[in-house]
Nanobody
């Protein structure tokens, strides 16, 4: 089981910015994708952004152009820079990573505990 250290959530006014970070400090043999999903009250968890091992990124249409995902592979850390936030971005944000315990092994997904982002006055 992967342990995570998430930080950066909080309350921000509309139009403001926040930066989330998520570190997995333990030894992990091979990390593939690292990403973020979010869950608003009463709604299903939805994909936000993903960064792939080779460097590619993917974003949900709702955040494209406003959010930027990045990773520091040496630190097993993924970041989410969120700009021009709106009340519709209010949710619990969960980081995740896809990993295997050895080369060629089965790939598993592990989730962080979540951090609250609230956009409002």
């Amino acid at each position: 089981q992967v342990q995570f250290e998430e930080s950066g959530g909080g309350l921000v006014q509309p139009g403001g910015s926040l930066r989330l970070s998520c570190a997995a400090p333990g030894r992990i043999s091979k990390i593939y994708n690292m990403g973020w999903s979010r869950q608003a009250p009463g709604q299903q968890r939805e994909f936000v952004a993903r960064t792939m091992r080779g460097g590619g990124t993917l974003y949900a249409n709702s955040v494209k152009g406003r959010f930027t995902i990045s990773r520091d592979s040496a630190k097993n850390t993924v970041y989410l820079q969120m700009n021009r936030l709106t009340p519709e971005d209010t949710a619990v944000y969960y980081c995740y990573l896809d990993y295997s315990d050895y080369d060629g092994g089965a790939v598993s997904r592990s989730w962080g505990q979540g951090t609250q982002v609230t956009v409002g006055q």
